[in-house]
Nanobody, 127 residues
Framework: EVQLVESGGGSVQAGGSLRLSCGVS????????MAWFRQPPGKEREGVAG?????????NYADSVKGRFTISQDSGQSTLYLQMDSLKPEDTATYYC???????????????????WGQGTLVTVSA
């Protein structure tokens, strides 16, 4: 059974940066669409960014994070990353990594399309 474990969350001031990591074990991440989601306090979970290892394609970002966040992956290390720069208070949320439920296809940033999730890591951005 695949397991996803996030790390790297924490508290930062507005304008700062954090790098989240998601370690994947128990199964491959190759040819699965991988994504980051977030859930702000009291709000619904939303898609942040997605990426597909093969064939390599342009990552997909939510409009709210374009130009500030960068998703990447190291398939050899089975790790997914999310570099977050120019953080804003509205980025405060629990961040989750997820694997698409279907092998070998692109997945939209909709939570119903993903069937494996990490436990989440909290990011707090203060003004």
């Amino acid at each position: 059974e695949v397991q996803l474990v996030e790390s790297g969350g924490g508290s930062v001031q507005a304008g700062g940066s954090l790098r989240l990591s998601c370690g994947v074990s128990g199964d491959t991440m190759t040819m699965y669409y991988m994504a980051w989601f977030r859930q702000p306090p009291g709000k619904e979970r939303e898609g942040v960014a997605g990426i597909w290892s093969y064939p390599s394609g342009a990552p997909n970002y939510a409009d709210s994070v374009k130009g500030r966040f960068t998703i990447s992956q190291d398939s050899g290390q089975s790790t997914l990353y999310l570099q977050m720069d120019s953080l804003k208070p509205e980025d405060t949320a629990t961040y989750y990594c997820a694997r698409c439920s279907v092998w070998g296809r692109w997945c939209p940033l909709q939570s119903g399309e993903y069937d494996h999730w990490g436990q989440g890591t909290l990011v707090t951005v203060s003004a």
